[in-house]
């Protein structure tokens, strides 16, 4: 079980994947948010709720 939870973590790393994981988890039997929210969060890339847009790739970090 150690083992995949650093495979996740590894694979979460990767900017690349953070759009399809946020496409995973954004259904309501998980986080129940909207999925452009969460895309947003973990991309770093988004509004920032003030009229301005975040262009934060490294917002979220996955450190094991």
Do not use: C
């Not at 986080?31 to 790739?57: F, Y």
Request: proline share 8%; charged share 30%.
């Amino acid at each position: 079980m150690l083992r995949a939870v650093v495979d996740a973590i590894q694979y979460s790393r990767e900017s690349a994947h953070r759009e399809k994981i946020a496409e995973a988890i954004a259904p309501r039997q998980y986080l129940n948010q909207p999925e452009d929210v969460v895309k947003a969060v973990l991309t770093g890339t988004g509004p920032d709720g003030k009229g301005g847009m975040i262009d934060d790739p490294e917002r979220i970090n996955f450190d094991p």
